[in-house]
């Protein structure tokens, strides 16, 4: 890899990062039943994963999430500190650290972004990221909040509507950005 290619990757992994604490300007939606709200900083994680394939995207995350360990309240509603990673939402920020990994490698392995298809795209967020994250926070939430762990992974269910829309959302405006500015994913 060449001097210009790292600083390419570097760039554009530094405004996937910016995206991602954007998203997170706007505010979370309580849902009531459990303390993790609806929020769209997720899409920037399956953004994330999509744009810069397993590695970067996983380096854009981790920085995210490093900044947020820090101190910055880059978090949904203002949240940071290194305190949010043990409260309920823990486990899903700690999900989001492999999630782009997981969905770039299966896209990788499935050829997902060069098929004419983008509903295969979709399955692959739907799973490698939805699905993913959704088991890993529900299993923490679950251990944090002394609940059951399967009311825990039910009330899940709640996100799944809005989840979808996003990751579609993703898929859409991945699948714009790749042909209209040459991202080149790194695997």
Same mark, same amino acid.
């Given at each position: 890899?060449?001097? !210009? !290619?790292? /600083? ?5 992994? /530094?405004?996937?990062?910016?995206? +991602? +604490?954007? @998203? ?9 039943? +459990? ?9 920037? #994680?399956? =953004? ?11 380096? /854009?995350?981790?920085?995210?999430? &490093?900044?947020? &360990? ?12 290194? /305190? ?17 990994? =997981? ?13 004419? %298809?983008?509903? $295969? ?5 739907? #799973? ?12 923490? =939430?679950?251990? !944090?909040?002394?609940? &059951?762990?399967?009311?825990?992974? @039910?009330? %899940? @269910? ?16 991945? $699948? $714009?950005? $790749?042909?209209?500015? %040459?991202?080149? #994913?790194?695997?």
């Amino acid at each position: 890899m060449t001097n !210009q !290619q790292t /600083a390419k990757h570097l760039t554009q992994t /530094a405004m996937v990062t910016a995206l +991602i +604490i954007v @998203l997170g300007f706007f505010p979370g939606i309580p849902i009531g039943f +459990i303390p993790v709200p609806v929020i769209l900083q997720n899409m920037g #994680i399956f =953004l994330a994963a999509e744009l810069l394939g397993r590695k970067y995207g996983t380096i /854009a995350v981790g920085l995210f999430l &490093a900044l947020v &360990a820090l101190g910055l309240p880059l978090l949904s509603g203002g949240r940071g500190g290194a /305190a949010v990673f043990l409260g309920p939402t823990g486990g899903y920020l700690v999900a989001w650290l492999l999630t782009p990994w =997981l969905i770039g490698t299966l896209m990788h392995v499935t050829h997902a972004t060069t098929a004419k %298809n983008w509903w $295969r795209e979709l399955l692959i967020v739907g #799973i490698g990221g939805i699905l993913f994250i959704d088991c890993v926070g529900g299993v923490w =939430l679950a251990a !944090q909040s002394h609940m &059951a762990l399967s009311a825990a992974l @039910l009330s %899940n @269910l709640a996100f799944i509507p809005g989840d979808l829309i996003k990751a579609g959302l993703a898929v859409l405006v991945a $699948r $714009r950005v $790749r042909a209209a500015v %040459n991202f080149d #994913i790194a695997m």
